[in-house]
């Protein structure tokens, strides 16, 4: 990977973007933050930044119940596969009454 390389210009650019940006920055800090947007059903929240530890509770931790996993249904689903194929192999190649 080359390193990029930047002229004088592009880096005084780039270092006056970021002073224009932190002013915005501090501009906008002082204006007063809309509260985000809702989904109906829920205007009647009135706490936005309240954290986890606040509103939540812990709950007892169980076991998960015993489901079979992706690589299971898929062992099991190549198993059936082949016994059908097995089948089928053997019904067609059985061999016809009187010859053998």
């Not at 990029?4 to 224009?20: G, H, I, S, V, W």
């Not at 930044?49 to 190549?78: C, N, Y």
């Amino acid at each position: 990977m080359q390193p990029t390389t930047r002229t004088t210009q592009e880096l005084r650019d780039e270092l006056d973007l970021n002073d224009k940006v932190m002013e915005d920055a501090a501009a906008n800090d002082s204006q007063d933050l809309l509260e985000p947007e809702t989904v109906p059903g829920n205007d009647r929240i009135t706490a936005w930044d309240e954290s986890a530890d606040e509103a939540g509770h812990r709950v007892a931790s169980e076991p998960a119940e015993k489901e079979e996993t992706i690589a299971e249904q898929l062992v099991d689903a190549g198993r059936d596969e082949a016994g059908e194929e097995q089948r089928l192999s053997a019904a067609l190649n059985k061999p016809k009454d009187g010859q053998g």
